[in-house]
T-cell receptor, first 110, second 116 residues
Framework: QQPVQSPQAVILREGEDAVINCSSSKALYSVHWYRQKHGEAPVFLMILLKGGEQKGHEKISASFNEKKQQSSLYLTASQLSYSGTYFCGTERAGSYQLTFGKGTKLSVIP | GAGVSQTPSNKVTEKGKYVELRCDPISGHTALYWYRQSLGQGPEFLIYFQGTGAADDSGLPNDRFFAVRPEGSVSTLKIQRTERGDSAVYLC??????????????FGEGSRLTVL
């Protein structure tokens, strides 16, 4: 039931774009994205509810395709501060808790 | 403080010992979660409290693990007869309501448990 994230890791130069994908085999109610820097707590980025609405957060946006049970996180014009591990968390209807993927490690270099 | 507070930040114990990990959520947050994170993995759900009651404890791996939240605020995760496989960072998170409505889980810095 754990969502599958891809890629596992990606290295970008400052200013480049990246896409991180998250897919589930189960019907989802919502998808949440978090970023965790080494040795720190995960920090909330955004939530996408069933309905396919795309959300944005500065230069980070995401989409949710409920028919395919897939979500994608889009990072544009990456900055050094974007480095970290990105986790998607999926919520099934009535579960009230998140199941997290294994994460995608993003490294932004100058 | 304004954030989720977890103590201890580090705990080293011997196999077979009993440990308690404490979480102090953000004031007023009714929902409290315990997750466990192993190196290189995502957080793994353990238990969810809504107020004082455990609304979902399906993630607790076995009966050596138990958690309480007697007054609907501070929570304690208790692990009996610790095993080396219990070594991980135990994360606590709180939210002001249902996650689909409020969106955000506020995580603490975690308690790193090492079982020798």
């Amino acid at each position: 039931q754990q969502p599958v994230q891809s890629p596992q890791a990606v290295i970008l130069r400052e200013g480049e774009d990246a896409v991180i994908n998250c897919s589930s085999s189960k019907a989802l109610y919502s998808v949440h994205w978090y970023r965790q820097k080494h040795g720190e707590a995960p920090v909330f980025l955004m939530i996408l509810l069933k309905g396919g609405e795309q959300k944005g957060h500065e230069k980070i946006s995401a989409s949710f395709n409920e028919k395919k049970q897939q979500s994608s996180l889009y990072l544009t014009a990456s900055q050094l501060s974007y480095s970290g591990t990105y986790f998607c968390g999926t919520e099934r209807a009535g579960s009230y808790q998140l199941t997290f993927g294994k994460g995608t490690k993003l490294s932004v270099i100058p | 403080g304004a954030g989720v507070s977890q103590t201890p930040s580090n705990k080293v114990t011997e196999k077979g010992k009993y440990v308690e990990l404490r979480c102090d959520p953000i004031s007023g947050h009714t929902a409290l979660y315990w997750y466990r994170q192993s190196l290189g993995q995502g957080p793994e759900f353990l238990i969810y409290f809504q107020g004082t009651g455990a609304a979902d404890d399906s993630g607790l791996p076995n009966d050596r693990f138990f958690a309480v939240r007697p007054e609907g605020s501070v929570s304690t995760l208790k692990i009996q007869r610790t095993e080396r496989g219990d070594s991980a960072v135990y994360l606590c998170a709180s939210s002001s309501g249902l996650i689909a409505n409020t969106g955000e889980l506020f995580f603490g810095e975690g308690s790193r448990l090492t079982v020798l």
